[in-house]
């Protein structure tokens, strides 16, 4: 299936998440073969049904353009366009506060790349803290196997310096092990993200 973005540009899924991907990714963690997104939606789920939190991914818009019929039963598509920039990755509410957040994986070790985010996403959460939205980024370094929760005030800091003259393209680890909270994986929720957001509220 081919699709395309709002600017009529074609989607290729990269290696890392925080939109719709074609091939799932292998983690570390445990030899469960998760994605970061399957282990949040299990724990939003945990969280869900015992009245912890109401917490949900967005779905991502799309426009249908051509649909092959194979057989009378099944319709396979082949092409879509994205309807519009998508934002982040979850929002709902916890503790009567809205939270908005995207999540993503790199395979760099000492670094977090920004181009991982787009501007529209800085835009998106700069604008729900200004609201009082509690609003962060979950990043996991797979090939360590951590994740974390970095504010959003964080990385906004460092996306407004990059193109400054010393400005950085990513974030340094020492940035995450200082200043970001570190999220543990546990049987229930699998990924405990709410624990780290007590700390940050």
Not at 50 to 67: E, L, R, Y
Not at 85 to 96: F, L
Request: some cysteine; overall charge positive; charged content about 20%.
């Amino acid at each position: 299936m081919t699709i395309h973005y709002p600017n009529g540009m074609r989607y290729q899924p990269s290696d890392i998440a925080g939109g719709p991907t074609i091939k799932s990714r292998v983690t570390t963690h445990g030899g469960r073969g998760m994605t970061l997104e399957q282990e949040i939606n299990e724990s939003n789920q945990y969280y869900l049904a015992h009245d912890i939190a109401v917490i949900h991914k967005k779905p991502t818009p799309i426009q249908i353009v051509k649909v092959d019929y194979p057989k009378r039963s099944a319709a396979v598509i082949r092409e879509a366009y994205f309807r519009q920039a998508s934002t982040t990755d979850y929002n709902g509410i916890y503790r009567g506060r809205y939270i908005d957040f995207d999540a993503k994986e790199t395979k760099e070790t000492t670094r977090f790349p920004l181009d991982n985010f787009h501007q529209h996403q800085v835009d998106h959460m700069r604008q729900c803290l200004k609201q009082g939205g509690i609003c962060f980024g979950l990043i996991k370094f797979v090939s360590l196997d951590q994740l974390y929760l970095l504010k959003a005030s964080d990385l906004i800091s460092y996306w407004d310096q990059q193109n400054t003259a010393n400005g950085r393209k990513s974030i340094p680890m020492s940035v995450f092990q200082q200043r970001a909270i570190s999220v543990k994986y546990q049987l229930n929720p699998l990924i405990a993200y709410l624990d780290a957001v007590d700390q940050l509220i």
